[in-house]
């Protein structure tokens, strides 16, 4: 289930005759679903198995079959702009801030994983001889993964950039364009797990 909101707002106000600001605050909030299904696993007699989920069955060079981990990642997105032009003589200046909020909570699930390769049902040393689905019907597993790190995870970070910029005209047909920009992006700090 893939659902996502956003809305946004402007606000253009002329200061003066040379002086225009352009104001803009933004929402978005996206949010992706992939549930595990309910499945009573434990009358499959597989030991070990980390989650209520069919454990991933990976023949090599077939399809897997199994079900996929779980996820439930949201996120949202706060932004406010602000831009001003501006005309001085022969110079066009243009100035603005960017800032951005990011918050991330996302579910992380892993399922039990079992790969299977020829090795296990091959005729002694000629490897060639096997075959991976024999291996996986003898249940001779040639690895096996759970990873039982799992939970929500609580992500915030923020983005802000600045700019200056001065269009200037030289002559009739020569202008110089000079700005800087400095941008920062905050790596994402977890303010809470479970």
């Keep these: 289930i893939d659902t996502f909101y956003d809305s946004s707002m402007a606000w ?16 978005l909030r996206g949010e992706l679903y992939r549930l595990t299904p309910a499945t009573n696993v434990d009358s499959l007699g597989i030991p070990n198995l980390v989650q209520a989920a069919l454990p991933t069955m990976a023949p ?4 897997s079959i199994g079900d996929s ?3 439930d990642p949201t996120q949202t997105q706060y932004q406010l702009t602000d831009n001003v032009n501006m005309v001085k003589g022969k110079h066009i200046l243009a100035f603005g801030a960017d800032f951005r909020r990011f918050s991330i909570n996302d579910l992380q699930l892993t399922a039990t994983s079992y790969n299977f390769n020829t090795l296990q049902t ?7 001889t096997g075959n991976s689905f024999a291996s996986l019907l ?20 923020n983005y802000f950039a600045a700019y200056v910029q001065d269009l200037y005209k030289l002559s009739r047909n020569f202008k110089a364009n000079i700005g800087i920009r400095y941008d920062v992006e905050q790596n994402p700090n977890e303010i809470d797990y479970n």
């Design 12 to 27: 253009t106000h002329t200061i003066s005759s040379s002086i225009v600001n352009d104001t803009r605050l933004g929402f």
């Design 60 to 63: 090599a060079g077939y399809t």
């Design 138 to 157: 003898l249940g001779l597993s040639s690895q096996y993964s759970a990873d039982t790190n799992t939970g929500r995870f609580y992500q915030r970070s």
């Design 69 to 71: 981990p779980g996820f």
């Design 122 to 128: 091959s005729n002694g040393t000629n490897s060639n």
